[in-house]
């Protein structure tokens, strides 16, 4: 299990997430779909640098 450290973009809260699986290179896909316990929304994060899809897309 490994953690990931995300902002969320509703609330501006720093959140911790907790993954159940560790990546695996050749197989890991970049975003992972997580419950956001502050907004309880879906997010999509990338896993390698804590960036939520579609953020800093410019
Ligand atoms: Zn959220």
């Known amino acids: ?18 993954l159940h699986d560790d990546p695996a290179p050749e197989k890991a896909r970049d975003f992972e779909g997580i419950t956001c316990p502050a907004c309880t929304q ?10 939520l899809l579609g953020e800093d897309a410019s």
Not at 42 to 51: D, P, V, Y
């Open 1 to 18: 299990m490994s953690d990931l450290l995300y902002r969320c973009p509703r609330t501006n809260l720093n959140v911790q997430a907790w």
């Open 42 to 51: 879906l997010h999509f994060i990338n896993r390698t640098t804590g960036k």
